[in-house]
């Protein structure tokens, strides 16, 4: 039986420290729009969770103009906005992914759900943000529905249904393999993901004079070795905690 992956990606509009960060505008471009185009690369299909906010209805917007399915579900139960877009798409393997990545690599997720197919298991959950070495930007998870089901019914505090994977990476079930997808040298140090306004400012310099967009994950880790300076422009940035 040929099992049917697909990309979800949660968006929404209310970000706490840059709200509407998903369609601020880079060369005329929304930043959503880099992200689903660099998704396309993985040659899976996409859908967008966003939730059932008014603020977001221009999300859905979006996601008819570039004829993206979407799913619309609790802004704070996030767990249950992916389980009922995956049932909803019959989607055998998910892959999770957050809509404030606009340089996330297609391709290195095309390879990562090749390599989660070979498994041939459906307790297996994959990730490259669990044992950090990719920079903060290309994180994406992967897991089978049946385990996201299974999440969404025994799922109880609020980490585990509004960051959805908790559940899983903690092995509340006791069955559960974890798999890492690593990248050849830890470059964790390095954040091209989208929550504050220097984010956007070093995105915003690294499609405009670098053409970051044109580039897979090697390539943008190629910038940051040649240009340091780079990393520096949102390096007070703390991440915010689960």
Not at 86 to 106: H, M, Y
Not at 111 to 136: D, H, I
Not at 140 to 151: G, K, Q, R, T, V
Not at 157 to 180: C, D, F, M, R, W
């Amino acid at each position: 039986m040929q099992l049917r992956a697909g990309i979800i990606t949660q968006a929404r509009m209310t970000s706490t420290r840059l709200p509407g960060k998903i369609l601020l505008e880079v060369g005329n471009k929304p930043l959503l729009k880099y992200h689903i185009d660099r998704l396309r690369k993985s040659e899976l299909p996409i859908f967008i969770a966003t939730t059932t906010n008014d603020f977001d209805n221009s999300v859905i917007t979006f996601s008819r103009y570039e004829k993206i399915p979407f799913c619309r579900g609790s802004e704070h139960h996030v767990l249950s906005r992916y389980y009922e877009c995956a049932k909803e798409n019959e989607l055998d393997i998910i892959v999770r992914v957050t809509s404030d990545c606009p340089l996330i690599d297609g391709l290195l997720i095309k390879q990562a759900v090749s390599r989660y197919m070979a498994e041939g298991e459906y307790n297996v959950y994959m990730s490259n943000c669990l044992q950090r070495t990719f920079p903060r930007g290309f994180d994406f998870e992967i897991f089978s529905f049946s385990m996201l089901e299974e999440a969404y019914h025994n799922a109880r505090s609020e980490a585990e249904v509004e960051h959805v994977t908790p559940y899983l990476y903690q092995n509340k079930s006791g069955e559960i393999k974890i798999k890492h997808v690593l990248n050849e040298s830890d470059k964790s140090n390095i954040r091209i993901t989208v929550d504050t306004q220097d984010d956007f400012l070093l995105i915003k310099k690294l499609i405009e004079e670098y053409h970051a967009d044109d580039l897979g994950y090697k390539g943008i880790i190629d910038l940051f070795n040649l240009y340091p300076e780079l990393k520096a422009i949102n390096a007070h940035i703390n991440q915010k905690k689960i």
